[in-house]
């Protein structure tokens, strides 16, 4: 029990660069005095002391706001950074190193008892602030929940999941599209290598590549027509050869 209580307090000084010193974490953190109480609760939950279990996780969401049924199962060296409106069901799992922040729900969506309902997240995944993780299904090794996301179906390893329904945006996929758009010659924008929307992601990428599109399409008409291929009954009016995409009030919009 201590040797845990010494590695969520160093996980807490590692993660959070508020923190100043152990003694701060130990009597300044709800999210580790969540932990305490739920490996207690846990212990009694298992041995069928379930009344008893229930009534310490109980006291431990009236001192701490973080609510944590004594069946679920957590591992080592997580944390529950700020905490406040944290719920985590009967059957979630959680492996080690992970991180929650406040207001997340790890919830079922089934009434069966004795069922898988609650989510599963293996090692060093990340649980942005507000996210819902709606279901019994497996959230892969370091993977990333983008805040105030509802996730209802598996997140591969590694991926982030993003949005209301949640999208999944997998990792080489991004890394792929930034190469593919620097052989292009086209600028990636901080927003599409840094931002958490894929939606605004393609409408970007789909804005600048229209932008250099018309871009070429002008300087093929002015090359027919300086090498006078192009007849004025073909080649479409001035005004028709000029570019009027507005790329940059269009991202304005998007960003």
């Given at each position: 029990m201590f040797r845990h209580?010494?590695?969520?307090?160093?996980?807490?000084?590692?993660?959070?660069?508020?923190?100043?010193?152990?003694?701060?974490?130990?009597?300044?953190?709800?999210?580790?005095?969540?932990?305490?109480?739920?490996?207690?609760?846990?212990?009694?939950?298992?041995?069928?002391?379930?009344?008893?279990?229930?009534?310490?996780?109980?006291?431990?969401?009236?001192?701490?706001?973080?609510?944590?049924?004594?069946?679920?199962?957590?591992?080592?060296?997580?944390?529950?950074?700020?905490?406040?409106?944290?719920?985590?069901?009967?059957?979630?799992?959680i492996g080690d190193d992970c991180t929650i922040y406040q207001?997340?729900?790890?919830?079922?969506?089934?009434?069966?008892?004795?069922?898988?309902?609650?989510p599963t997240l293996e090692a060093e995944v990340v649980v942005g602030a507000g996210a819902q993780v709606l279901g019994g299904f497996t959230v892969g090794q370091g993977a990333r929940i983008g805040s105030n996301a509802v996730v209802v179906k598996a997140v591969p390893a590694g991926a982030t999941a993003v949005g209301n329904p949640a999208r999944i945006m997998q990792k080489e996929a991004e890394l792929e599209r930034e190469a593919t758009a620097a052989r292009m010659g086209f600028s990636a924008y901080a927003v599409m290598q840094n931002g958490d929307d894929p939606q605004a992601?393609?409408?970007?990428g789909l804005i600048d590549h229209a932008a250099r599109l018309?871009?070429?399409?002008?300087?093929?008409?002015?090359?027919?027509?300086?090498?006078?291929?192009?007849?004025?009954?073909v080649c479409p009016p001035e005004a028709l050869r000029e570019e009027h995409f507005d790329k940059g009030e269009l991202e304005k919009l998007v960003k």
């Open positions: 209580l010494r590695e969520d307090i160093q996980v807490i000084l590692e993660r959070d660069p508020a923190a100043r010193s152990r003694w701060e974490v130990l009597t300044c953190y709800p999210g580790l005095h969540a932990l305490m109480l739920h490996r207690l609760a846990h212990g009694l939950w298992r041995r069928g002391w379930h009344w008893l279990g229930r009534w310490i996780s109980h006291w431990g969401r009236f001192l701490t706001g973080i609510e944590i049924h004594p069946g679920a199962s957590i591992g080592r060296r997580v944390f529950i950074d700020h905490g406040m409106g944290v719920v985590i069901g009967e059957t979630a799992e207001g997340v729900t790890l919830g079922g969506t089934s009434l069966y008892k004795g069922a898988k309902r609650h992601k393609a409408i970007l018309e871009h070429q399409i002008a300087l093929l008409w002015r090359e027919l027509e300086q090498r006078g291929v192009c007849p004025a009954e």
